[in-house]
């Protein structure tokens, strides 16, 4: 959707007063990987068309996966979209979403946390690994963070992409939509979760075999 130019300062303006808002939670305080009363913690791991075993092949599946999570593309713009980063995720960085909720429109304060890039150890398995963490704002409608990842076990060839989301309602002043988030917003939330790892798998699927028509013309 084509924006006019005073809408676009307007989202620059939002976008640049993020630096002058805190976490709405401390990070520190929490162990993401444990439920705590009133946080949800969900896990979601999407198989993507896997690999020979060994380090990510050039232009596969674990790449073009690493792209589509850089540039946060399996988001479904139906629920949540981004409208201004100042760069590819790095530690600090801001970003400003739009999360549409039932006709109603919200821009959500982002702040990059830790960037991962490189080789993990799970279980006895290796796996190469590329992600990035987002941190809640002060006004978004959330308090927590969520973690994105793409990997791919080197052992076997398989890769996948992992969401790990630590989260609770925020304290939500406006009463029709504290109670619109109470009656609708976990349902939303689960949704995005899900749609996200669809999106991941079917956007995947498409470019290799967009790169792989390519070649054979």
Request: hydrophobic share 35%; charged share 30%.
């Amino acid at each position: 959707m084509r924006r006019s130019a005073r809408v676009r300062r307007r989202m620059h303006r939002l976008h640049a007063g993020l630096d002058r808002l805190p976490l709405n939670f401390d990070p520190h305080q929490h162990d993401m990987n444990r439920p705590e009363s009133g946080w949800h913690v969900d896990d979601y791991r999407q198989p993507l068309p896997a690999e020979p075993p060994g380090p990510p092949v050039a232009g596969g599946s674990w790449e073009v996966a690493r792209r589509l999570v850089r540039n946060y593309e399996y988001a479904d713009p139906a629920i949540i979209r981004e409208i201004c980063r100042s760069g590819p995720p790095e530690p600090g960085r801001n970003m400003l979403l739009e999360g549409r909720f039932y006709g109603l429109h919200f821009y959500l304060g982002l702040r990059i946390g830790d960037v991962v890039d490189g080789v993990i150890e799970r279980d006895g398995r290796r796996a190469r690994v590329w992600g990035w963490t987002y941190r809640t704002l002060k006004g978004h409608l959330e308090r927590g963070q969520m973690n994105q990842e793409v990997r791919k076990w080197l052992d076997t060839g398989e890769v996948e992409f992992h969401i790990h989301a630590f989260s609770q309602r925020a304290p939500i002043p406006n009463p029709i939509v504290r109670l619109g988030f109470i009656l609708f917003g976990r349902i939303t939330q689960v949704r995005f979760y899900k749609r996200s790892c669809w999106r991941m798998a079917a956007l995947t699927t498409a470019a290799l075999a967009a790169d792989d028509r390519s070649r054979h013309r």
